[in-house]
């Protein structure tokens, strides 16, 4: 599904180069449910940046199905990540001006394809499936944050994407909370068959994942 070779990113910081990926090399085939860990500063997160389209190397390929990302414009790059990938962000990244079910229903508006289902029975059968259903009218700001995250995770699969990309889930959760998120996300892995990668810095989390990718430094341990 993705492969990266000798992927490599590089920022200038006032004079110096900074080496946050060196020289990677990676395969994550479909259905895999695994974790990217790793120290701040280990390269994790420019990592998943790289893998979820959001940035792009400085040296290196990657391919996505089969698809050599450096081929395509912004627009193809920006369409192939509206539909391959959801996200799932450790602040929740929901907006509080919106109701419950705008939130999830803010990738269809900016879907670039005729979707071929109803968007809004689409979302009231996943907030059904994750226990949130009598929150559709509520405001972010008013749920725990176990019932926010719940609804990330509803907003990340509306145009169902066949990658999650999960930034540290269960960082702003207590321990019961966070182990309810990751048992949600293994069954969307065995339920689904979704492709499930979380980026943590926690070992305990990244154990609960089938595969661990190590980082430090940069590169894969």
């Known amino acids: 599904m993705i492969e ?6 590089e920022y200038l910081v006032g004079e110096s180069i900074l080496t946050a990926l060196d020289d990677v090399n990676l395969t994550i085939s479909k259905g895999e449910f695994t974790s990217i860990v790793g120290p701040s500063g280990s390269g994790k997160s420019t990592l ?6 959001l940035d792009k190397p400085t ?6 199905q089969g698809r050599n990302t450096a081929t395509l414009n912004d627009n193809e790059l920006s369409y192939l990540r509206n539909q391959f990938v959801g996200f799932v962000f450790q602040q929740f990244n929901l907006i509080n001006k919106l109701t419950v079910l705008e939130n999830i229903l803010l990738p ?3 879907s670039r394809k005729k979707l071929s289902f109803d968007p809004k029975e689409k979302a009231r059968y996943l907030m059904k499936r994750f226990g949130i259903e009598t929150k559709t009218s509520s405001y972010p700001n008013k749920l725990s944050g176990g019932q926010q995250q719940r609804v ?3 907003r990340a699969l509306i145009t169902t994407p066949q990658l999650i990309l999960a930034d540290e889930p269960t960082g702003n959760l207590d321990t019961k909370t966070g182990n309810t998120i990751l048992d949600l996300l293994r069954e969307l892995n065995e339920t689904d068959q979704m492709t499930i990668v979380i980026v943590t810095h926690e070992k ?6 089938r595969r661990q990718i190590v980082m430090k430094d940069g590169k894969i341990t």
Request: hydrophobic letters at 45%; zero cysteines.
């Open 48 to 53: 998943m940046h790289i893998i979820g389209l």
């Open 4 to 9: 990266l070779t000798n992927v490599s990113k």
């Open 152 to 154: 990330a995770i509803t």
């Open 59 to 64: 040296r290196g390929i990657i391919t996505i």
């Open 108 to 110: 269809t508006i900016y």
């Open 204 to 209: 305990d989390v990244a154990h609960r994942t």
